[in-house]
């Protein structure tokens, strides 16, 4: 799985934001990288990016989450 993830991987420079989201700051990074690529989903299990699902269409979904819902059967 990783190596599917590395290979079709793209890196995205993405501004910092001018207004904090999160209530974890360090995790606003990631909502700036999904915002400035035109990210519609992050893969997290993290309690502080979950709670901003839904910003900027932004869904945070849980790994579990993702799997049953996009490689399910």
């Not at 999160?22 to 992050?42: C, N, W, Y």
């Not at 839904?54 to 399910?72: A, K, Y």
Request: hydrophobic share 45%; aromatic share 6%.
């Amino acid at each position: 799985m990783l190596t599917l993830i590395a290979m079709n991987a793209i890196i995205v420079d993405a501004p910092p934001l001018t207004n904090p989201v999160s209530e974890d700051p360090d995790d606003d990074m990631f909502l700036a990288a999904a915002f400035a690529s035109q990210t519609k989903v992050i893969v997290s299990g993290d309690h502080d990016l979950q709670r901003v699902s839904g910003w900027r269409g932004i869904e945070v979904l849980t790994p579990r989450q993702f799997v049953d819902r996009h490689l399910g059967s």
